[in-house]
């Protein structure tokens, strides 16, 4: 079975994503930067309540709750507006090409206008259905990239299905998933 594909800056941006998503680095980041700045607020805001200034302590408690409710919305939107300018420095060259996934026996092809790679069954890594993606996630620590909505949903499933089988790796099923 052949796919024929193309991905955008969208498509490039929900990989990033889902990756940031799933990495203990960044997981590990965010959560320290939303405890560690209140933390220090309400330190500050104590030593102010020491030191009988009522005022600058409720300021500081006041700045700790607004951070610790406000930075995930902040942070969320740092990681997208950067990746957006990654993305456009690094995969925009790639924006609206096309490219084609074809099955084979004991292995599965994939054509670009630069390059063609044959890749056998047991480099597959993980599969994980996003809903509007699907991403092969591969040994070597690529990632396939199938775009849902740019494809027949019907062949397109019926070819991860065929991947799986012979892959003998189960499809994640994270269409629940978001960033967040």
Same mark, same amino acid.
């Given at each position: 079975?052949?796919?024929?594909? $193309?991905? @955008?800056?969208? @498509?490039?941006?929900?990989?990033?994503?889902?990756?940031?998503?799933?990495? /203990?680095?960044?997981?590990? &980041?965010?959560?320290?930067? &939303?405890?560690?700045?209140?933390?220090?607020?309400?330190?500050?805001?104590?030593?102010?309540?020491?030191?009988?200034?009522?005022?600058?302590? =409720?300021?500081?408690?006041?700045?700790? =709750?607004?951070?610790?409710?406000?930075?995930?919305? %902040? $942070?969320?939107? &740092?990681?997208?507006? %950067?990746?957006? &300018?990654? =993305? !456009? #420095?690094?995969? +925009?060259?790639?924006f609206n090409k096309d490219f084609f996934i074809e099955t084979k026996e004991d292995?599965?092809?994939?054509?670009? #206008? !630069?390059?063609? $790679?044959?890749? *056998?069954? $047991?480099?597959?890594?993980?599969?994980? @259905?996003?809903?509007?993606?699907?991403?092969?996630?591969? *040994?070597?620590?690529?990632?396939?990239?199938l775009p849902v909505e740019k494809t027949d949903a019907k062949d397109l499933n019926s070819l991860i299905e065929e991947i799986s089988l012979k892959s003998n790796i189960?499809? +994640? @099923?994270?269409?629940?998933? /978001?960033?967040?």
């Amino acid at each position: 079975m052949r796919i024929k594909y $193309s991905l @955008d800056a969208s @498509d490039y941006l929900k990989f990033q994503l889902f990756l940031a998503s799933r990495s /203990k680095q960044v997981k590990r &980041r965010r959560n320290f930067t &939303r405890w560690f700045i209140p933390i220090l607020y309400i330190l500050m805001s104590l030593v102010f309540f020491g030191i009988e200034q009522p005022i600058t302590m =409720i300021v500081f408690a006041a700045l700790a =709750i607004i951070w610790f409710f406000l930075y995930p919305i %902040y $942070s969320r939107n &740092r990681y997208i507006r %950067y990746y957006r &300018r990654f =993305i !456009e #420095e690094h995969h +925009s060259s790639n924006f609206n090409k096309d490219f084609f996934i074809e099955t084979k026996e004991d292995e599965f092809y994939l054509e670009a #206008e !630069e390059a063609n $790679s044959n890749i *056998k069954y $047991s480099a597959v890594k993980n599969i994980f @259905d996003l809903s509007s993606h699907y991403l092969i996630q591969l *040994k070597p620590g690529s990632v396939v990239i199938l775009p849902v909505e740019k494809t027949d949903a019907k062949d397109l499933n019926s070819l991860i299905e065929e991947i799986s089988l012979k892959s003998n790796i189960k499809v +994640s @099923d994270l269409r629940n998933w /978001k960033w967040k």
